[in-house]
């Protein structure tokens, strides 16, 4: 059922359109006047509005005006028994979607309101659509996402395959998006899957699609990804998580350019353009013999490493405004500012889960927060902040700048389940010199 708002000075004419309105099964709300619709407006929400035109005090023109200056989008059909053409133009310049001459049979009035509530569905469906386009903008103001993008503009306008590599939460499907965007196949299909979320014995299918019967539960034929992808993009996230059986078996198809499909009878060619991404060292994963080094080259011809968080403190009060407003639109909150000291504690955490990290920590902040983000709020979501800074008043200089090291250096290495060579790589440390610090520091190094 739809919410209808009719506006008409004439009780006759108010009367008649809500009777045929709720005999449709919508409901209608009536008013006699422009200024009594504005009221309702502000109070109540409508599907649909029917206005007349010729009205005592305001018109039905002006209330259009002050329904679109009021940020009011609801689709509004104007209705008059002395209709010209110069009103029917005005009307439609505003934004109403039909225009309707009095008297209305019951079948116009009703085709009126189907197409109009289409029409509205239409454009929420779009907003909606644009508003989740915007969620994949990269936001970045330092001089190492400056290098980064420079290389995904050069490497996008060809067909080289491209390998993202960075810790888990940095960015890596946006990169990969960017790469596509930015491509001769921008207008084809961008197509994901992530290698470690898919069982084993399913990825195959995922991959290459099956026939039906294939297998027990395969009821009709299933295009996998690459098919989907066929003229534009695949997106392999995770590729360093991929099963050796399936490592050989997509090596093949990135040296023929065809797939066959699970219980299918032969081959099927596909033109991708291959785009991987791994938070793993896959050279260190050759040499364990956990990954094939054939593949490996086969993927590694134009590597992007993209920097974690806290290599990249310039972007963190971009992102922050970013994720601030994106959040409060997704919500229709009130957009919070966030002031000067909280704003200072979020620039100096480690940040160990990157952007994925900071923003779901902005939203936990404007569920938390009063009107603005305060240190305050910051400290009891992030107990971390305040942790790892040295206190005022708490030392010489040296001795805080200790302290911090020591406090930074285990915080990586729990964020990285004590792996020393992996600890060593992210703080750009050797492990030797990492374990002379940590020798220097005290720190236990017992299961590291």
């Not at 059922?1 to 009719?6: A, D, E, N, P, V």
Request: aromatic share 4%; with cysteine.
């Amino acid at each position: 059922m739809s919410k209808l708002l009719i506006v008409d000075d004439d009780a006759n004419t108010l009367a008649s359109l809500s009777r045929a309105f709720r005999l449709a099964g919508e409901e209608a709300v009536v008013a006699d006047s422009g200024p009594r619709a504005l009221e309702l407006l502000k109070s109540q929400t409508f599907d649909l509005i029917f206005s007349d035109v010729v009205m005592p005090g305001m018109d039905g023109i002006a209330l259009l005006e002050e329904i679109r200056a009021l940020g009011i989008t609801t689709a509004v059909v104007m209705i008059s028994g002395q209709a010209t053409v110069d009103m029917a133009v005005r009307a439609t310049k505003l934004g109403a979607v039909d225009f309707l001459e009095k008297p209305i049979s019951s079948e116009r009035l009703l085709l009126s309101v189907e197409n109009a509530l289409r029409l509205s569905r239409l454009e929420r469906e779009n907003r909606e659509l644009l508003k989740r386009a915007g969620t994949h903008e990269i936001i970045w103001k330092s001089e190492a996402m400056r290098r980064v993008m420079q290389q995904v503009e050069r490497v996008a306008a060809g067909e080289s395959r491209v390998c993202i590599l960075g810790e888990t939460g940095t960015g890596k499907e946006l990169v990969a998006r960017a790469v596509h965007e930015g491509s001769p196949r921008r207008k084809q299909a961008f197509i994901t899957l992530n290698c470690a979320a898919v069982p084993q014995e399913l990825i195959e299918s995922e991959l290459f699609g099956h026939e039906k019967g294939a297998f027990t539960g395969a009821a009709s034929r299933h295009l996998g990804k690459f098919e989907q992808a066929n003229r534009g993009t695949l997106f392999l996230d995770e590729i360093g998580d991929m099963p050796a059986i399936m490592q050989a078996k997509l090596l093949r198809v990135l040296e023929g350019g065809e797939i066959e499909r699970v219980g299918g009878a032969g081959p099927v060619r596909v033109d991708v353009r291959v785009v991987v991404a791994t938070h793993r060292n896959l050279e260190e994963q050759v040499r364990k013999g956990a990954f094939r080094q054939d593949l490996f080259h086969r993927i590694y011809v134009f590597p992007v490493m993209l920097p974690p968080l806290r290599e990249r403190h310039g972007d963190i009060p971009a992102l922050i405004d970013h994720f601030v407003h994106r959040i409060s639109e997704m919500n229709n909150w009130k957009v919070k500012p966030v002031d000067a000291d909280a704003m200072a504690l979020l620039e100096r955490h480690a940040w160990p889960g990157n952007v994925r990290e900071l923003r779901n920590t902005v939203e936990r902040l404007l569920l938390l927060s009063g009107d603005s983000v305060d240190a305050e709020t910051v400290r009891q979501t992030l107990p971390a902040v305040s942790a790892s800074l040295p206190a005022a008043g708490s030392g010489t200089l040296a001795a805080r700048a200790r302290d911090f090291e020591r406090a930074t250096i285990e915080a990586e290495f729990e964020a990285r389940g004590y792996n020393m060579t992996e600890t060593a790589r992210v703080l750009g440390l050797e492990r030797s010199h990492l374990y002379k610090k940590c020798a220097q520091l005290g720190i236990e190094l017992r299961g590291k």
